[in-house]
C-alpha cells in the first residue's frame, strides 16, 4: 500500500464529502486527518475489487457523525468548500456560486443519514447496491433514503425560492 499515493488522491475528495455532510470549515482538517488515519488502519480489511471511493466515504461519514455526537449538535450548516468558476465570465461566475450556495443551504436541510445516500448517488454516481454495501445498510434503506433526501432536498429548495421570490 503506497498510503501517501492514496492521501493524495483522495485528501480533497474527503474534505469536500465532509463539507457536504455538514462538517464545518475549522473541524475539516482534523476530521480528515482522523478519516485517513482509520483507513490507514482498516486498509486489511479493504475488498480492492470494490470501489475505493464509496468506501473511504463510509469512513468519513462515521467519522462526521460520531464529531457530531461529540459537539452535541444535531445538525451544522454547510459552508463554502469550494472557490467559485473562473471559466465563466464574472455574472456566471456570480450566478454559479448562487446556486451552489442554494443547494449547500438545502442540503444542510437533508438529515444526514439520507444526505450520505444522496451525495454518493447523485453527486459521486455510485451504484444504489454499492451504496448499500459501503454504508453496511438494506438494499430497500438505501433506495428508501435516496427517495425521502431527493423529496427533501426539492422541499429545502422550493422553499427557499418562495421566501426569496425565485431567486436563480
Known amino acids: ?32 486527518q482522523e478519516v485517513f488515519m482509520t483507513v490507514h488502519a482498516l486498509f486489511e480489511d479493504y475488498d480492492q475489487s470494490r470501489p475505493f471511493r464509496p468506501w473511504v466515504f463510509a469512513i468519513a461519514y462515521r467519522v462526521c457523525l460520531r464529531h457530531r455526537r461529540k459537539s452535541g449538535r444535531n445538525r451544522e450548516l454547510l ?3 469550494e472557490a467559485p468558476s473562473t471559466e465563466a465570465g464574472p455574472h456566471e461566475a456570480l450566478e454559479g456560486a448562487e446556486a451552489r450556495a442554494r443547494v449547500r443551504e438545502a442540503l444542510a436541510n437533508v438529515e ?8 454518493l448517488k447523485d453527486i459521486d454516481g455510485q451504484s444504489i447496491p454499492e451504496i448499500a454495501h ?34 436563480a
Open 1 to 32: 500500500m503506497d498510503f501517501r499515493r492514496i492521501f493524495d488522491e483522495h485528501a480533497s475528495y474527503v474534505f469536500h464529502s465532509l463539507a457536504r455532510l455538514g462538517v464545518p470549515n475549522h473541524h475539516r482538517d482534523d476530521l480528515v
Open 79 to 81: 459552508v463554502e468548500s
Open 112 to 119: 444526514v443519514h439520507r444526505r450520505a445516500v444522496l451525495i
Open 134 to 167: 459501503a454504508l453496511g445498510i438494506p438494499l430497500n434503506t438505501a433506495y428508501s433514503r435516496l427517495r425521502l433526501a431527493r423529496a427533501d432536498l426539492a422541499a429545502a429548495l422550493t422553499a427557499k425560492d418562495v421566501t426569496t421570490g425565485g431567486a
